[in-house]
């Protein structure tokens, strides 16, 4: 399978998705018909996503006072989605 490196700029990620400041990097994307889709994401100190997956609850985030970023490979759906979400997580819900 040959992969393509995407030239798209940064860009920052909707906040109905994150708590905080989070940036995404599209870094590759195979031709279709594969959906695969390979992202650099960033957070800012005390920012982290309201990801969910179906039924495994679960969120990524920096710490209060540091940066993280982490590589996601996802596949889309057919429409084009990547990721089920939930609610927002208090910053007392997941101390650090």
Known sequence: M???RQRAETRQGAA???TGT????EIA??????RVRMFNVHFAPGAHTTWIEPGVWH????GPRTFMTR???????????TADRSEHV???????
């Open 29 to 34: 994307a195979p031709p279709a018909p594969s």
């Open 2 to 4: 040959r992969i393509t």
């Open 16 to 18: 109905e998705n994150s």
């Open 59 to 62: 969120w990524h985030g920096a």
């Open 90 to 96: 208090a910053p007392e819900d997941h101390p650090a």
């Open 71 to 81: 590589l996601a490979v996802v596949e889309a759906a057919a429409d084009g989605t």
């Open 22 to 25: 989070v940036w995404l990097d």
